[in-house]
Nanobody, 121 residues
């Protein structure tokens, strides 16, 4: 059974920084893309950042230059470094990963339970 567990969410003042982690556990052969999504109250879940297995990254426009996605393949862990946080970044942040459980197997998508990020003075 594969689990993704996020951590690092907190209350932070505008302009502050947080680093989110997403630890993957279970019988994992390989992880393809890792992604961070967020969902603010009353809004749809939106993609924030994605990192491929080779390290290529992509970000939504509103976080470019402030957020950095990274991964530690040896430990099956993903990260989201968030700098220059704004009140509009307030949301529950979810990690998402496309995981292959065995060689030649299908890619399955897994979600974490979410971690709350609140940006407020």
């Amino acid at each position: 059974q594969v689990q993704l567990v996020e951590s690092g969410g907190d209350l932070v003042q505008p302009g502050g920084s947080l680093k989110l982690s997403c630890a993957s556990s279970g019988s994992i052969f390989s992880i393809f893309a890792m992604k961070w999504y967020r969902q603010a109250p009353g809004k749809q879940r939106e993609l924030v950042a994605v990192i491929g297995s080779g390290g290529n990254t992509n970000y939504r426009d509103s976080v470019k230059g402030r957020f950095t996605i990274s991964r530690d393949n040896a430990n099956n862990t993903g990260y989201l470094q968030m700098n220059g946080l704004k009140p509009e970044d307030t949301a529950v942040y979810y990690c998402n990963a496309d995981i292959r459980l065995r060689p030649g197997g299908y890619l399955n998508t897994y979600w974490g339970q979410g971690t709350q990020v609140t940006v407020s003075s």
